[in-house]
Structure formats: C-alpha cells, structure tokens
T-cell receptor
Framework: GQSLEQPSEVTAVEGAIVQINCTYQTSGFYGLSWYQQHDGGAPTFLSYNALDGLEETGRFSSFLSRSDSYGYLLLQELQMKDSASYFCAADNYGQNFVFGPGTRLSVLP | GAVVSQHPSRVICKSGTSVKIECRSLDFQATTMFWYRQFPKQSLMLMATSNEGSKATYEQGVEKDKFLINHASLTLSTLTVTSAHPEDSSFYIC?????????????FGQGTRLTVV
C-alpha cells in the first residue's frame, strides 16, 4: 500500500514563496503528481515528477527525491488566487493514484 | 487539455432512493476511469477503478453492491449510489486518463455533491 504525508495548513503573504512538502511510503512507486483544488471545485493537474530533480512550470516548480521518498511543490510570487488545497499523489504501479491528505494554502494580502 | 464532464453537479435525494452520476470523456476515449469520494476538508479517496467492458475494481471497504459502476463505452462511466443514506452524502468525483497521450495526468470531472436527506 501507499501512504503520504503533507502539512495540513500553510499561510503566506502575496508575493512570497511557499514550499509544500510531501513524504511517502509506497510499494510500486512510479512518480509523484501535484494537484490544486479550490473549494467546491475539481482537482486540476499541476505537475508530475517521474525522475529525481526539479521540474519548473511558470510560477510553480516540483521536486522529487526518490532516495528520500520526498517531494515538494514550490509556489513563487504568490497571488490571492493561489489560495486552495494542494494534494500530492503517488503514481501506484502506473495503475492509479493515491492522494495525500492535502495542504490548505491561505494567501494573505 | 482533455475534458471530462460529470453530471449532475449537485443532487439532493431522499433516504432510500438511488442516484446515478455520469462521467463522460468529451474529446478522448478513456478505457479507464476512476471514482473518488471526498468528505469536507479531506482528501480524495479512491473508491473504484472502472474499466470499459469489464467489471470495476473496488477498493477495500467499498461496498460494490451499494456503489454500482458501469463502464459501457469508451466515453461513459456511471456510478449509482443505491439505497442512499445520509452518511453517503459527500462529494463524488470521477477522473479519466488519456492513456499514451498523458499517462501521468488525470483529468477530473467537475464533481457531484450528493446530499441525502
């Protein structure tokens, strides 16, 4: 089976940089995804790391270290609209995804 | 990107009745779709994996007779909550994968908020 851990809440101000960590314990791990979900909405895909290292997509970057069973999502130049829940999800044998508990990000003016 | 449409977005039903939720892939064929349940401020919990033309694979603890899944075509999967009770009230979300196009990316429907009264 797989289990993931994330901080439950993070608060930051506009323009700041925030890092959301995710640790996982898995068997059959293929990669780590990140999703954003606004209240009442559906999750939207942000990134996927299959290999170690940093992947950058605009203001968002994601990092993976397989040896440490650890990854993070880095959000730069925070905007109010970034207030949402962020989930890491482990790719389980390439068959499905197991989601972490989610981190609620609050961006303050 | 690929579009997944889920219907209805919100439904209120009486205890004991059944509710059907549809999940459609609009611009791609999805041999596999996933159904999740999400309680307020909690994570997405995988309920079952729906495979076109075969029986769904249910996660441990999910009652297959209560949550009926049908994946009759490559673009449609349905989840029927039978004999619904107030504890079944939740946010139900489907997702689909495009296969080779983006094997690591799941595309989610808009979700269905079910309230059983």
């Amino acid at each position: 089976g797989q289990s993931l851990e994330q901080p439950s809440e993070v608060t930051a101000v506009e323009g700041a940089i925030v890092q959301i960590n995710c640790t996982y314990q898995t068997s059959g791990f293929y990669g780590l995804s990140w999703y954003q979900q606004h209240d009442g909405g559906a999750p939207t895909f942000l990134s996927y790391n299959a290999l170690d290292g940093l992947e950058e997509t605009g203001r968002f970057s994601s990092f993976l270290s397989r040896s440490d069973s650890y990854g993070y999502l880095l959000l730069q130049e925070l905007q109010m609209k970034d207030s949402a829940s962020y989930f890491c999800a482990a790719d389980n044998y390439g068959q499905n995804f197991v989601f972490g508990p989610g981190t609620r990000l609050s961006v303050l003016p | 990107g690929a579009v997944v449409s889920q219907h209805p977005s919100r439904v209120i039903c009486k205890s004991g009745t059944s509710v059907k939720i549809e999940c459609r892939s609009l611009d791609f064929q999805a041999t596999t779709m996933f159904w999740y349940r999400q309680f307020p401020k909690q994570s997405l919990m995988l309920m079952a994996t729906s495979n076109e033309g075969s029986k769904a694979t249910y996660e441990q603890g999910v009652e297959k007779d209560k949550f009926l899944i049908n994946h009759a075509s490559l673009t449609l999967s349905t989840l029927t909550v039978t004999s619904a009770h107030p504890e079944d009230s939740s946010f139900y979300i489907c997702s689909a994968e495009t296969g080779d196009l983006s094997p690591w990316e799941a595309f989610f429907g808009q979700g269905t908020r079910l309230t059983v009264v």
